[in-house]
């Protein structure tokens, strides 16, 4: 005999008991599969098992289980909704008998309030009591059209997507996202009062650092900045946007630089490292990410902005405004080519502002055709990270630099990690353009 459309021969039809429960049984295998992922989202599962994220997690579980990945966030945000959210008019919660069916509508909706509203009014107005999700369906296109005309309202959280209250999305989580989404993100208006911080003392040229994108896939075996994700960061060392973090050059008060009286001082205060736990032009960031945080560098003119890139190709694709550094970074001679090759087309755009090359850590000698494409050069070592010890360059690899960039006429400073034993009154520091210090050795 042959099933629907099975070549399969049907040896013993189950009774109608067996088949019933059986539908049971596939019901509960799903719910339960949600249940079990909601937990483990609560209770921080992927934390504990070392996964770099939730969305890693799920991702993993769902290629060595076999369910679809996509499916399992659904479920997720169903059980949430079920368990947290939503409240029958009844006053009943969690709500139960409600399939993840039902719910999916919801997920058009913006806030968890919404989601609640939207929900009570279909319960009240569903035909003979029936909620179906199409009567759902239509119940949230009505909210969303009357929403629309009387365009009064102003949503004040970051769009729900996979969790609750987030201000950050991994690099997987905003590829998940429709563009409708994505360009809501971009454009709300963050309530959060995100501010720039302070880098430490040792970095006395750029007194500020901002971070909107976290996280690097560059996978160099001595980043710290990995370490400290790690350590801090709930989305650990992935790619993340933090939109509400595109405000903080606005929220942070540039200090009074006419009562500075120190040239370093005062280019310190005004300079502010950017994306230093992270590569701005990594080739995996989304350009709408990059042209974002540019968006904000154009529009705070009162800072300065110094961009680092260890992908400089990607760098030279862009233009900007005049209150940025552009430079790279080289370790390795292999990242040499690049750099120059590069700056050369950033050069040739029309680019006229201040380009440097941070040559920490330096693990190579490193030989330049010439180093005429940059007005600064930074060398250093690299300090110790959980991977790798600390690391000095040798003396000669650091003289053979030197010589370079005095051929150049680049100016030249050594990070206090360059040299063992050398007072800050004997390392080279030198700045771009007309502000200098000099050294007394
Ligand atoms: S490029 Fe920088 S942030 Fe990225 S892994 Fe390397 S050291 Fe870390």
């Known amino acids: 005999m042959r099933s629907d459309n099975l070549d399969i021969e049907i040896i013993e039809p189950m009774t109608e008991t067996e088949a019933r429960s059986w539908k049971v049984e596939i019901e509960t295998t799903s719910q339960k599969l949600g249940q079990l992922l909601y937990e483990g989202y609560k209770r921080d599962a992927w934390r504990v098992l070392g996964y770099g994220s939730w969305t890693q997690c799920v991702t993993d579980l769902a290629e060595s289980s076999g369910f679809n990945r996509v499916r399992g966030f659904q479920l997720v945000e169903h059980e949430r909704l079920k368990q947290d959210v939503l409240i029958a008019p009844n006053g009943e919660k969690p709500v139960t008998n409600v399939t993840e069916f039902q719910t999916r509508p919801l997920s058009k909706l913006k806030t968890d309030n919404e989601k609640l509203e939207v929900w009570q009014d279909a319960v009240k107005t569903a035909p003979n009591e029936k909620v179906t999700a199409s009567h759902i369906t239509n119940t949230v296109k009505e909210y969303q059209d009357t929403k629309k005309q009387s365009d ?133 960031v989304p350009v709408e990410w990059i042209n974002s945080v540019l968006e904000s560098i154009r529009r705070n003119s009162q800072w300065n902005f110094l961009l680092l890139s260890k992908f400089p190709s990607r760098m030279a694709d862009f233009s900007y405004p005049d209150n940025v550094w552009l430079g790279t970074s080289c370790d390795y001679q292999h990242t040499v080519k690049r750099a120059e090759s590069a700056f050369i087309k950033i050069k040739e755009s029309g680019f006229d502002g201040m380009c440097w090359l941070s040559c920490e850590p330096m693990m190579e000698s490193l030989q330049f055709n010439s180093l005429n494409m940059f007005d600064w050069v930074v060398m250093g070592g690299a300090s110790s990270s959980t991977k790798t010890p600390e690391f000095k ?49």
């Open 152 to 284: 009064t309202e102003t949503l004040s959280t970051i769009p729900i997507v996979t969790q609750k209250d987030k201000d950050y999305f991994t690099l997987s989580e905003w590829n998940e996202l429709s563009k409708d989404d994505q360009t809501s993100i971009l454009t709300q208006d963050y309530q959060l009062k995100s501010k720039f911080n302070p880098t430490n003392d040792n970095i006395e040229w750029a007194k500020w650092s901002w971070n909107p994108i976290t996280g690097c896939l560059h996978n160099c075996a001595y980043c710290y900045a990995r370490d400290i994700a790690a350590r801090f960061f709930p989305q650990n060392f992935e790619p993340t946007f933090l939109p509400s973090r595109l405000n903080a050059p606005g929220n942070t008060k540039l200090p009074d630089l006419t009562k500075i009286s120190d040239p370093t001082e005062k280019m310190g205060q005004q300079n502010v490292f950017v994306c230093s736990m992270a590569d701005l032009f990594g080739k995996w």
């Open 393 to 441: 360059p040798p003396f000669d690899w650091i003289v053979n630099l030197y010589s370079q960039a005095r051929d150049s006429d680049c100016q030249v400073y050594f990070k206090t990690n360059l040299i063992p034993g050398m007072t800050d009154n004997q390392r080279i520091r030198e700045y771009p353009f007309e502000i200098k210090v000099r050294h007394d050795s």
